[in-house]
């Protein structure tokens, strides 16, 4: 009994340990995603906002071609990553989970209000609330992977992330919520994607 406690204990010891040694690798995916959100957000500002000769109700064009874009970029971004050292490691796949979640719950909750608006004839102004949502789903993905990792400081993206998402009803169907938005995302997922690339090893075949 007493060598199986031990046993239970040294693996739960070298999950830690390997979750919290092995550097991230996925920052990539933060600066590619966070960098297209931003554009895509200052666009749909100053469609918003009568900056550019666009009728508004194209700005939808706009999220599509961010969606595109993305799928496309990640596509390219992920392609050798499997030879990072320490991809396996606890902390990079619970982030990579994280990550993946956070984006199907957005993407649902998108075509919900999508269904909505267009046969409910529900209130437009729900496709606002689609980036309350996903700053809140960003929280949880920082917060989990600094939790696991020895990355702490993505604390502190989490909790930018969350002031954003509380901040963020104040200015439903103000052009001025996609400027919030844009800014939170460039500090709390750009500038720390980069910062995790920047810590990335090179691939153990290179």
């Not at 469609?47 to 496309?72: D, K």
């Not at 992920?78 to 982030?95: E, T, Y």
């Not at 729900?126 to 949502?133: E, G, K, Q, Y």
């Not at 509380?166 to 400027?179: K, M």
Request: some cysteine; overall charge neutral.
């Amino acid at each position: 009994m007493a060598d199986s406690s031990q046993s239970d204990l040294d693996y739960l010891r070298n999950v830690a340990e390997s979750g919290a040694q092995a550097p991230l690798i996925g920052g990539r995916f933060l600066v590619i995603w966070g960098g297209l959100a931003i554009i895509a957000c200052v666009a749909h500002w100053a469609i918003q906002a009568g900056m550019v000769p666009i009728e508004p109700q194209y700005v939808g064009a706009v999220w599509l071609g961010y969606g595109v874009i993305g799928l496309l970029a990640n596509f390219i971004a992920a392609r050798g990553l499997s030879n990072k050292p320490g991809i396996g490691s606890i902390g990079n796949r619970v982030n990579r989970v994280a990550w993946q979640y956070v984006g199907i719950g957005i993407g649902l909750y998108f075509a919900g209000v999508l269904f909505s608006v267009t046969a409910l004839d529900a209130a437009p102004i729900l496709f606002d609330s689609i980036l309350t949502i996903a700053l809140f789903g960003y929280a949880i993905a920082f917060a989990v992977t600094a939790a696991l990792s020895s990355e702490k400081w993505l604390f502190g993206p989490a909790w930018m992330s969350i002031a954003g998402a509380a901040l963020s009803p104040a200015f439903y169907g103000r052009p001025e919520l996609y400027l919030l938005i844009a800014a939170v995302i460039l500090f709390a997922a750009v500038v720390p994607g980069m910062r995790l690339m920047g810590k990335e090893p090179a691939s153990s075949n290179d």
